[in-house]
């Protein structure tokens, strides 16, 4: 069975294809919603035999059901932000371990070493939100870094910790708290990466991208606004940096398929639901039907657009309560 040190090492698409099938043959057995939802589709397992043919399972179902694999009890259990009356999704996580290595492989593949770094991070702190996997990963990367801390609401401390640190820097931060920053001091951040992690919904006004990094360039006198993009229901991440268009490591893949028709992929270029093969996630589902619409580009890079409609408001944005 493909192991960890095997996941983060795949640099290619045939050692992607290969570990692809595998990981869908190891769920297929063993995830019970999984198994469940290729029998009500008439999908056989041994049917298939090409990445391209892997069904991706709707993300609500993490809300409904246990999506998980495990041979033991997880070690803990990563749960998304909601509204008041919605159900959260959970994401039961075998190895706290693996969840690290995944977001630190992910790291370093777009921002090197994090301990040249220091990270400042507008989000609740990990005592405040302990089931979101944005906040433990923030945790753990501050650590990493050995300088920054978490600065939710408190703007001044954090602007003058950061003008007397001397190292490359990284605020990151969910949109509508980066945009109340730049509204109220309107900061010219020297030797900073500027990078948000989801929308306004029930907060701001909702911009296009675009033009909500426009407002972040001009008052942080940065010349591009950089993108985490991750969820609960995901161990790894992707990261624009620059211009909402996204990256993955290795082990991760984005496709596009039709709104209309949840299995009819379509060509690159295409705008429509994003699809996401995320290997990390060994042991609960790592085919994802998410409800993002966007595009993939020819070289793998993708963007996101919005929601589809009637989707659940959800996400990073919601994290502050």
Excluded at 215 to 224: K, P, R, S
Aim: charged share 25%.
């Amino acid at each position: 069975m493909l192991t960890d040190d095997d996941l983060f090492r795949i640099a290619d698409n045939e050692a992607f294809e290969a570990a692809a099938l595998e990981t869908f043959r190891f769920q297929a057995e063993r995830c019970a919603p999984y198994r469940q939802y290729l029998a009500l589709i008439g999908v056989r397992p041994g049917q298939i035999h090409r990445p391209e043919e892997i069904p991706h399972l709707p993300i609500g179902l993490f809300k409904t059901h246990d999506i998980y694999c495990g041979d033991a009890a997880p070690e803990a259990v990563f749960t998304s932000s909601s509204t008041t009356g919605m159900t959260p999704s959970h994401h039961a996580m075998r190895s706290l371990a693996l969840y690290e290595q995944a977001f630190r492989a992910s790291f370093r593949t777009f921002y090197g070493e994090p301990r040249r770094w220091s990270l400042y991070a507008l989000l609740p702190n990990y005592l405040r939100r302990k089931g979101s996997s944005l906040v433990y990963m923030a945790d753990r990367l501050i650590a990493d870094c050995g300088s920054g801390g978490f600065y939710l609401d408190d703007y001044e401390r954090l602007l003058d910790d950061m003008a007397a640190d001397p190292k490359p820097k990284i605020l990151l931060g969910v949109s509508y708290a980066l945009w109340d920053l730049a509204e109220r001091y309107s900061p010219k951040l020297k030797g900073t990466v500027v990078m948000e992690t989801g929308g306004m919904k029930g907060y701001r006004e909702e911009l296009p991208k675009e033009e909500f990094h426009r407002i972040l360039c001009d008052a942080f006198g940065v010349e591009v606004i950089h993108s985490e993009y991750g969820m609960a229901e995901l161990t790894s991440q992707a990261y624009s940096l620059g211009g909402n268009r996204f990256r993955c490591p290795g082990w991760m893949r984005v496709e596009v398929r039709d709104i209309n028709d949840p299995f009819e992929l379509l060509p690159d270029g295409s705008r429509g639901g994003i699809n996401i093969t995320d290997l990390a996630n060994r042991w609960s589902c790592a085919f994802i039907q998410t409800e993002d619409v966007g595009k993939r580009f020819t070289d793998g890079s993708f963007d996101i657009e919005g929601r589809i409609d009637h989707s659940d408001i959800r996400g990073c944005n919601l994290l502050v309560q």
